[in-house]
């Protein structure tokens, strides 16, 4: 079992960045795929971006390709989400999670990740 821990939230401007990392403790970190899902107020928890456990994979919505970049650094149990160009609409909740992938490609599914932190809120005005 892993658990994970979000920080680096906060409220920014429209235009602003942010670094979110989520820190690993438990069992052996690079066994896990990692991801970042955010929820907005009223609406249901959706997918941000997700990286393998070697870190040789991403993916990520469309709605933050060429804005977020997501890595990690394996020796120090911590992955991370580098939001650029923030825009309003990003302000949600972001939550880290963890999965044991035993076959098939990266998930951007909630549901292949068993593993959560509780959150960190990004707030972006404009």
């Known amino acids: 079992q892993v658990q994970l821990v979000e920080s680096g939230g906060g409220s920014v401007q429209a235009g602003d960045s942010l670094r979110l990392s989520c820190a690993a403790s438990g069992r052996t970190f690079s066994a896990y795929d990692i991801a970042w899902f955010c929820q907005a107020p009223g609406k249901e928890r959706e997918f941000v971006a997700a990286i393998n456990r070697s870190g040789s994979s991403t993916n990520y919505a469309d709605s933050v390709k060429g804005r977020f970049t997501i890595s990690r650094d394996n020796a120090k149990n911590t992955m991370y989400l580098q939001m650029n160009s923030l825009k309003p609409e990003d302000t949600a909740v972001y939550y880290c999670?963890?999965?044991?992938?035993?076959?098939?490609?990266?998930?951007?599914?909630?549901?292949?990740?068993?593993?959560w932190g509780q959150g960190t809120q990004v707030t972006v005005s404009s």
């Open positions: 999670a963890a999965t044991i992938r035993l076959a098939g490609v990266l998930s951007t599914r909630e549901r292949a990740y068993a593993y």
